[in-house]
């Protein structure tokens, strides 16, 4: 058996890196490991059958995208295990739907959030790791500039110009231009919305700047697993018997995607629309980014539209085939 191995040393629980690979070497340190340049240099001690795939090396999130398109190539590949958060997951999964060939994926939680259905294992459960592993099709919300592909949502879009990061320990909103250039500095999200903004749904108008103050716009898929029906903001509406539709699109006139006190009270306005396999949404004209599963992706300060839809498979997504593991 094979399996490719990513991680992110930039991801939020980086400190406890070294147990997962502990749990990997005992449970799984017989079969071979192969993995792109930066991550053999710090493994190969460790993993006595890990080969070495040469890629080029930029220190962004690039290297995910190019470390999934590289070994989804590897023939005999049964899996990619990857180390990370919920924005690793989905860049890995950017560059094998980029390749055109979808390889499982494994992934084990060291991220800020870590609140997305590609999440197969936490921290804590990495006992849990074994050679035997159910794979299923994952739903996600695929994103497009333009024409072309960008990335996939398994939790969430969201166009705002914060995102939610780890500084000093902490969960905390930082802006995402400076995340962008390798600084996390914290800031409070501000509206995203200009008096030309426009939301559409299958090339109706569905929100407009002049129509209403918009602040932050957020895409969800929902997933059949119960865990994740709910965490995302668009899952609190009880959609769920509308059984057909997969998704939810938010439009707010105060910003949702943000860290508040448990004393903290307000309120806001809210458009809503639950979404099928067919609806495509197109957004123009905002201000900030789109973060996708807790990344920024597409600067909006660019020319041209941001088209969403639903894909019932984006990607394949793994779990242990041991009792107990969701």
């Not at 470390?67 to 590949?77: K, P, R, T, V, W």
């Not at 950017?94 to 870590?114: C, E, F, H, M, W």
């Not at 994740?228 to 059984?243: H, N, Q």
């Not at 099928?276 to 041209?304: A, F, L």
């Amino acid at each position: 058996m094979k399996f490719g191995l990513i991680f992110n040393p930039n991801a939020g629980d980086i400190e406890r890196i070294d147990g997962v690979i502990r749990k990997l070497e005992e449970k799984l340190g017989g079969y071979e490991f192969v993995a792109t340049t930066p991550i053999c240099r710090a493994l190969h001690r460790r993993l006595p059958y890990l080969y070495c795939v040469k890629s080029r090396v930029m220190n962004t999130w690039e290297d995910s995208v190019n470390a999934g398109y590289i070994l989804s190539q590897i023939e005999d590949i049964e899996a990619v295990i990857v180390i990370g958060g919920d924005g690793t997951l989905s860049d890995v999964v950017a560059g094998q739907r980029r390749s055109g060939k979808l390889v499982p994926i494994i992934g084990i939680g060291i991220g800020t959030a870590n609140a997305g259905p590609m999440i197969s294992l936490s921290l804590n459960e990495c006992d849990l790791i074994s050679d035997e592993f159910i794979v299923k099709g994952m739903m996600g919300i695929d994103v497009f500039h333009l024409k072309d592909y960008i990335a996939t949502g398994f939790n969430d879009v969201v166009f705002s110009d914060c995102i939610v990061s780890t500084l000093g320990g902490k969960a905390v909103t930082v802006d995402a231009r400076k995340f962008l250039e390798g600084h996390r500095i914290e800031s409070t999200p501000e509206d995203i919305g200009t008096d030309t903004t426009c939301v559409s749904l299958n090339s109706r108008y569905f929100a407009t700047g002049k129509d209403m103050k918009i602040s932050q716009i957020i895409a969800s898929p929902i997933h059949d697993v119960d865990k994740f029906k709910y965490m995302a903001v668009t899952g609190l509406m009880c959609w769920m018997p509308y059984s057909v539709y997969r998704g939810v699109l938010t439009v707010t006139d105060k910003p949702v995607v943000k860290l508040t006190r448990s004393d903290e009270r307000t309120t806001l306005t809210m458009k809503q629309c639950i979404l099928g396999d067919k609806d495509v949404i197109e957004i123009r004209n905002t201000k900030g980014y789109v973060v996708v599963d807790g990344n920024p992706r597409i600067d909006m300060s660019e020319d041209g539209a941001v088209y969403l839809n639903l894909n019932r498979r984006a990607a394949l997504s793994a779990r242990f085939n041991v009792a107990g593991v969701r």
